[in-house]
């Protein structure tokens, strides 16, 4: 299973960083930030497939290609946000974790507002 492959290397990893983070914490560092690009890239492509199937699924029901896309970036802001995220608090930079976090929250919400605007205006068009 594949997901025994993950937690092992994530366990491995844990045990390496607590073992160097006394004599040598730029390495440990490096070394959670490796293990962490690795798995974020070994779920790139479950993720594509994932996507591909949800596109299809959406074409079928007439979803607005523009909603599902949106919603999708939305997700993908929020992915990228708490891995770069926990990267920094990894690295001992909880203040710029939080920046980050702040930042993805933003962006987030101008992603969403033609979401929400046409939701009203659907509401507003059934309500006499």
Do not use: H, W
Not at 94 to 121: Q, R, T
């Amino acid at each position: 299973m594949e997901v025994l492959n993950i937690v092992g290397m994530g366990l491995i990893a844990a045990i390496l960083v607590v073992v160097l983070k006394e004599e040598r914490p730029e390495i440990a560092i490096q070394v959670s930030i490796l293990v962490g690009i690795i798995i974020f890239i070994l779920m790139v492509n479950k993720i594509s497939l994932v996507i591909s199937i949800l596109e299809d699924l959406s074409r079928k029901v007439n979803i607005d290609f523009i909603y599902f896309s949106t919603i999708l970036k939305i997700i993908g802001i929020a992915y990228i946000t708490e891995f770069g995220a926990q990267i920094c608090r990894d690295a001992g930079s909880g203040a710029i974790a939080s920046k980050i976090e702040f930042a993805g929250k933003i962006l987030i919400i101008l992603l969403s507002v033609p979401i929400i605007v046409a939701l009203l205006e659907m509401v507003l068009k059934i309500m006499p």
